[in-house]
């Protein structure tokens, strides 16, 4: 772990923002923290323990008093790298504490983590890793694998804490050690994952050892007994299979004839339903035809009334043009009279007006000056008000100010009188410190006795439980095996009574009854076709005769109608023909000589017909209506006629369809008795006897059956439900068994480990109770060094050292709170100085301004009185622009009155021609409609006469709206398609059902017989599964025994192999081992190292209780305790300790540890011995190590080649500052 860069502001005396370059400061190797005592050197590491752990070792309650009193924010940034190639990463940890509710409270505002992606960039990337005081803390342990103690132990050494690990207990430096190195990984996690594979290689023993005792017989003898009934299962599942497909295909046929039966009945009722509409039908014809005549007449009754609406709206046009000719003549007078007016007005107003305008246009100029001189009064006006005012503000800010600073000054007077009052000297502050510590050794020690103590009483009754549970273990599995004994018993004496008619048998008896069934089934239906369609054959012959009768029939009455038609139209062609050479007779008569023809338009007539012409017989509306019959009833017959074919036709057909039918059907029944015969030698009861010729002589041999399989299958029901009964009770037990014999390995293990774990807690209690002693020793001797405790021991010393305690914290708080008080007063103080100078200021600047404002006022208002006055002269006191508005309104209105009166004669004189055009253009327009409503009504009179309706009401009656005639029309066609498409259908119906039916019960024994092959089927699948199943689990268990019992043997292996294993680990024996022997390494090499700094004369020794010894090998190897080292001695072995341990420090056992802080401590040696250090220091610095210095001792800093300088904050004033200083 390397730093790279560290910015902090607000913590205790860094109030501005400083930042502190690593990199540059560490590129030598050895570097220094120099400056006075107190001006924050030591700071600097409280902020990268604060930044990396959210605590400071010399804060109290881990950040309380860390804020600086003038500030209510701390903010820290540290950057740093861990790790080495490709794996070195660099991080950034973000933290902000403010202020809380008390002067020294402190709370988080913000804390994240960041990895910085390429960070030699100029824009690194930014990921966040953890975000959140807690886990932030969580990932920079995860990363470093330190605390915060380990931290201030091993790499960063605070004041008063260098020699603390020298001074460390056994236990408490070997779980340091664990973390520094780490070994956790080999304690007690590798203990337990040894146990749980422990006791899983057990479980699976057992486990084995049960389902060894499972595998049954698995001889070649069952192993045939299986093929064989494999075989005779598949056997008959192929002869069921047949038998289904049988009777599936029968059950389509007859499905199928009733389908086309019930579609043949539907048809039937829709010819019914469309023969009851006939009537209906000829009525919509009737109303159709009128509807076709009165469109013929509809355009000249539409002309006639359209040429008389015309007449109408021309009468109604003629009448409104001259009524708008009057009026257009008065209003052509009223304009002429209004332009003349408006003239002379103008003549006689405009020229005063055009005077009064030039005036008013000097007194608007005159206007605008006096408003701006006004506006300037008032704002002058209002600044003076202001300044005024401000004068007043500021005489008042100057007494509060007064007021204020005296207040700061008894105040800062008595924050001082209070702190002289609480402060503790150094000297005893440290003496207590040791005392605090040595007590919270003690309470440790006794806290943990007593838990170990409790967890031994616990072990204690775990390992009884365990006895208990492994005797019942055993005592259950054995009454199982007892049980299993015999249940093997009961299974063998079954498997010798099976009933006597195989499974085979009944399965190859029931496919043979499906297929009987199924054959008479068919030949009784055979039957029953043959004589249906003998009887059909007669009933069709029967309906060909009448059918050819009836054809003959409508035949003669078809000729009949025709004839009577023919006759008719003959007469209507000759009375057309006589009619037409009438009217041109007539047309001839009125003919004059320069008149054009009505006919051809021609004015010249040199050859008109002549002669008389005789008088035509009428057609009449009755010789009409008796065509229209004629024709209808000829249609009638004609339609009636190819009825009578197509149904003479269809019953033709019928009768040959019949024919065949009948031979069909007796071919069909003497195959189906064919087919049935070849089941007759598998039939009960057949030997000796003749095949029976009909259906229900093979009936009897049915029945005989289907009970003999009802017979067997019960028997084999009755065996098989006690046999699944014996092997669900089988199965049942066995795993029972393999369960008691999991339990009891699983209990066997469970005593052994409860064992080892009471052994195990019983050395954790003694070794409770001898910590216990040895700090009760140390917290006497603590309190004897302060002249403290005297006739106290134990629990109430530690009541006594707790009350001082009590005491010592109020002193620092009410110090603590007086000094920042002070501070905070003193800052305060500075600061209404400062306001006080700034409003005397305001206040002469204030007189001033108002003095001179003053005078501007007057100036201003005596211009204004003097405008105001001319103004009042020219305008007679009304706003100019008000008079001038009103001059040139009035002239506006003269101009514009005069344009309008002449606007207004010219549009009266247009709309006047206008109205003259119009009236002779209405009065035209009605002559024409005249005419040519004569000329429709005319044509409409002789259209009416020649047709059967009397008036255009008739007509219009008579006519269809188009979208009914289109729908009744349609209507018309669907009837006449719907007619013919049932025909058709019934004929297509009949001809493939071909005579035959079938009724529900037919249809659902069909059904039933279906249903039964399927569950035959489905027996035949279930037993063939049943077998092949069989089959291959007696094949795996003879493979069984062999893989089982090579499981068993690997299995025990490895089980015995876990057990050496967890002997060798009990009792964290293994991480003692490894950390004694990383410590032994450590103080070799810190032993050399304090023999090189000390001339040979000390050395560094590991007692066997892991305590530190001191050596002096210059009185002969005397050894002594750590405890009765001086200052300098303490320091040097202290740091020869630190050396060698950061040397063999792994952050997370893989990243090598890549500085070092060393504060204070220096002061304590004499100058040769401080020569020796630094020496010995620079030389480390060309091992990849660097090594920080903090101290005020001027010969360290000509000594070190980059310094850190720490200028000390000023009261009341700026915050500490630092500088880097190269060499």
């Known amino acids: ?16 923002r400083q930042e502190i370059d690593f990199q540059a400061l560490t590129e030598h190797g050895l570097f220094g ?12 590491l409280d902020a990268i323990t604060l930044a990396l752990f959210g605590s400071a070792t010399r804060a109290s309650h881990n950040t309380q008093g860390t804020v600086n009193p003038l500030e209510a924010r ?34 988080t505002a913000a804390s994240r983590l960041l990895e910085l992606e390429n960070p030699e960039s100029g824009a690194p990337g930014l990921v966040m890793v953890a975000e959140g005081a807690r886990e932030v803390d969580a990932a920079i342990q995860r990363i470093l694998g330190l605390t915060d103690k380990d931290f201030t132990r091993a790499v960063v050494l605070p004041q008063g804490q260098f020699a603390e690990f020298l001074r460390l207990s056994g236990a408490e430096r070997g779980m340091m050690l664990e973390r520094l190195f780490g070994l956790e990984r080999y304690g007690k996690k590798l203990a337990d994952k040894v146990s749980q594979r422990l ?17 049954g017989d698995a001889s070649e003898e069952a192993l045939a007994r299986a093929q064989t009934a494999l075989q005779e299962a598949t056997s008959a599942l192929r002869s069921a299979e047949a038998a289904r497909r049988d009777a599936e295909a029968h059950l389509r046929d007859l499905e199928r004839v009733a389908e086309l039966d019930a579609e043949r009945r539907q048809a039937e009722a829709e010819a019914d339903r469309l023969r009851e509409r006939a009537d209906e039908m000829a009525s919509v014809e009737e109303k159709l035809l009128r509807h076709r005549r009165a469109s013929v007449l509809m355009p000249l009754v539409k002309a006639w009334e359209e040429a008389a609406e015309g007449v109408r709206a021309a009468e109604a046009g003629a009448q409104s043009a001259s009524a708008a000719l009057q009026e257009a003549e008065a209003r052509v007078d009223d304009a002429a009279r209004s332009e003349r007016e408006a003239a002379a007005r103008r003549e006689a107003e405009e020229p005063a007006l055009l005077a009064q305008q030039a005036l008013l246009r000097e007194a608007e100029a005159l206007e605008r000056a006096w408003q701006d001189k006004a506006r300037a009064a008032a704002e002058a006006e209002a600044e003076l008000q202001a300044q005024r005012a401000r004068l007043a503000a500021a005489q008042e800010t100057c007494a509060q100010l007064e007021a204020e600073a005296q207040a700061l000054r008894d105040g800062i007077e008595e924050a001082e009188r209070a702190f002289r009052a609480h402060h503790v000297p150094p000297e005893v502050r440290s003496a207590l410190d040791r005392l605090r510590r040595a007590r919270d050794d003690w309470k440790a020690a006794a806290l943990a006795r007593a838990q170990e103590a409790k967890r031994l009483d616990v072990r204690r009754a775990e390992v009884e439980a365990a006895e208990r549970a492994y005797r019942a273990a055993q005592e259950a599995r054995s009454a199982l095996l007892d049980e299993a004994q015999a249940l093997e018993a009961a299974k063998a004496a079954h498997e010798g009574s099976k009933p006597p008619v195989s499974r085979d048998g009944i399965a190859h008896l029931r496919a043979w009854l499906l297929r009987a069934e199924e054959r008479v089934h068919e030949l009784a239906q055979a039957e029953q076709a043959v004589a249906a369609a003998r009887k059909r054959r007669e009933t069709v012959e029967r309906a060909r005769t009448q059918a050819e009768e009836v054809r003959n029939a409508r035949a003669n009455a078809a000729e009949a109608a025709r004839e009577a038609m023919e006759r008719l139209r003959s007469e209507w062609d000759a009375r057309w023909a006589a009619r037409e050479r009438e009217l041109l007779a007539a047309l001839a008569r009125e003919l004059v000589e320069g008149q054009p023809c009505p006919v051809c338009g021609s004015t010249h ?21 008796a065509l229209a019959g004629a024709e209808s009833a000829w249609r009638e017959a004609e339609d009636a006629l190819r009825d009578a074919e197509r149904q003479y036709q269809a019953a033709f057909a019928q009768a040959e369809v019949a024919e065949r039918d009948l031979a069909r059907a007796e071919e069909e029944r003497s195959r189906r008795l064919t087919a049935l015969a070849e089941l007759w030698p598998e039939a009960p009861g057949a030997a000796g006897a003749d095949v029976p010729e009909s259906a229900d002589g093979f009936r009897p041999h049915l029945r005989r059956a289907a009970d003999e399989i009802a017979a067997g299958e019960e028997a084999w029901a009755a065996w098989e439900g006690r046999a699944k009964e014996l092997a669900d009770q089988w199965a049942v037990l066995t795993e029972r068994l393999q369960r008691a014999s999991g339990e009891v390995l699983a209990a066997e293990e469970r005593l052994k480990a409860a064992k080892v774990e009471w052994e195990r807690q019983r050395a954790s209690a003694d070794l409770a109770e001898e910590q216990v002693r040895a700090s009760a020793e140390a917290l006497c001797r603590a309190a004897e060094a302060v002249s403290f405790g005297d006739g ?8 006594a050292v707790e009350e001082r305690l009590r005491h010592l914290e109020d002193d620092d708080r009410q110090a603590a709170e007086a000094d920042a008080l002070r501070q905070r007063l003193a800052a305060d103080l500075a600061q209404v100085n400062a306001r006080l100078q700034e409003a005397e200021r305001e206040k002469l600047e204030a007189e001033r301004l108002a003095h001179e404002v003053e005078i501007q006022v007057a100036q201003l208002r005596s211009a204004e009185e003097s405008d105001r006055r001319r103004l009042h002269e020219m ?10 508005a009103d001059v040139e309104a009035a002239l506006e209105a003269l101009r514009r009155a005069l344009a309008e009166a002449v606007r207004s004669r010219q549009e009266a004189d247009v709309a006047h021609d206008k109205a003259r055009t119009e009236a002779a253009q209405a009065e035209a327009a009605l002559q024409a409609a005249l005419r040519s409503e004569t000329r429709a009504r005319e044509a409409m009179d002789s259209a009416l006469a020649e047709s ?17 005639a289109d729908a009744l029309e349609a209507e018309m066609e669907q009837y006449r398609d719907a007619v013919q498409a049932v025909r058709q259908r019934l004929t297509d119906l009949e001809r493939q059902l071909a005579g035959r039916r079938v009724d529900e019960q037919e249809l659902a024994a069909a059904r039933a017989r279906a249903q039964a092959a399927e569950a035959a089927h489905g027996e035949a699948q279930q037993r063939v599964g049943a077998c092949r199943q069989q089959l291959e689990d007696l094949e795996a268990r003879r493979t069984r025994f062999t893989e089982v019992s090579a499981q068993l043997e690997q299995a025990r292996e490895i089980a015995r192999r876990l057990k050496t294993l967890s002997d060798v680990l009990r009792a964290n024996a293994f991480v003692q081992f490894v950390g004694r022997e990383e410590m032994a390494q450590v103080v070799r090499q810190a032993s050399d190292r304090l023999a090189s700094l000390t001339h040979g004369r000390y050395r560094l020794v590991l007692a066997p209780n892991g305590d530190f010894v001191m050596r002096d090998d210059h009185l002969g190897g005397v050894e002594r305790p750590v405890s009765t080292l001086s200052g300098g001695e303490t320091f040097v072995a202290s740091l020869s300790l630190a050396l060698a341990l950061s040397a063999h420090i792994q952050l997370r056992g893989q990243h090598p540890l890549e500085f070092f802080f060393l504060d204070e401590g220096f002061g304590t040696l004499d100058p040769e011995l401080l020569d020796v250090v630094m020496s010995s220091l620079e030389r480390l610095r060309h091992e990849r190590m660097a090594i920080g210095l903090i101290s005020h001792v001027p010969e360290l800093r000509e000594r070190v080649p980059r310094r850190l300088v720490v200028e000390p904050a000023e009261p009341g004033g700026r915050g500490t500052r630092v500088r880097l200083e190269r060499a």
Request: no cysteine.
């Open 875 to 884: 305008t007679g006191g009304r706003p100019v622009a008000e008079a001038r």
């Open 605 to 625: 007539h040199p050859n008109p017909a002549a002669g008389a012409v005789d008088e035509a017989e009428p057609w009449t509306d009755a010789d009409d209506l």
């Open 792 to 799: 106290f021991e134990g629990e109430a010393l530690a009541q």
């Open 33 to 44: 923290i120099f400056g006075p005592t107190g001006s924050g050197k030591s700071t600097i």
């Open 948 to 964: 059967d309706f009397a008036t255009p009401g008739d007509v219009r009656d008579a006519l269809l709206d188009a979208r009914e």
């Open 1 to 16: 772990m390397k730093p790279i860069r560290l910015v902090i502001q607000g913590l205790r005396s860094y109030r501005e």
């Open 74 to 107: 701390m903010e820290i940034v540290f950057e740093f790298e861990i790790g080495t190639g490709e794996r070195r990463r660099r991080y950034r940890v973000e933290r902000a504490f403010k202020r809380g509710n008390t002067a020294l409270s402190v709370t």
């Open 199 to 215: 006791a899983e290689g057990n479980q699976e023993v057992g486990q084995l050892e049960a389902a060894l005792a499972e595998v």
